[in-house]
């Protein structure tokens, strides 16, 4: 196993929260500019999105998910910041990680009932 691959597990080692396999559009908000975006994995302090515009590591901003479930929505607000990005690694698109924080009550209760309801009943 490679140095890299053994780091990675070990973060996946580490983790508090499952992440979960989640798509979605989303749209981060970086000085003043809005981004869309697509989830590809989420969990309760971060996720993973492809984007076609390539932005630097520690970039911080706003992201939104709203979540559309036929008559209900699932909205969650947080602040990012990238801790993770490879440019043109999916389709030509760029990945980046982003850690959230600064989650409001209604947010986290969204994005934990996502989280749960997305999460394999093998993972607790």
Not at 30 to 48: A, H, K, P, T, Y
Not at 89 to 95: A, I, L
Request: charged share 25%.
């Amino acid at each position: 196993m490679d140095l890299m691959h053994q780091e990675a597990e070990g973060m996946d080692n580490k983790r508090k929260w499952p992440r979960v396999d989640f798509t979605v559009h989303a749209t981060m908000d970086v000085d003043g500019e809005s981004i869309e975006v697509g989830c590809r994995n989420l969990s309760m302090n971060g996720m993973l999105v492809s984007s076609p515009k390539s932005l630097p590591l520690g970039t911080s901003g706003r992201v939104r998910i709203l979540h559309v479930m036929g008559r209900e929505s699932l909205l969650v607000l947080a602040n990012f910041k990238i801790i993770r990005s490879d440019e043109g690694q999916s389709h030509g698109f760029n990945t980046m990680g982003l850690t959230l924080f600064d989650i409001d009550g209604d947010s986290s209760i969204n994005l934990f009932n996502i989280v749960r309801h997305n999460t394999p009943d093998n993972v607790s």
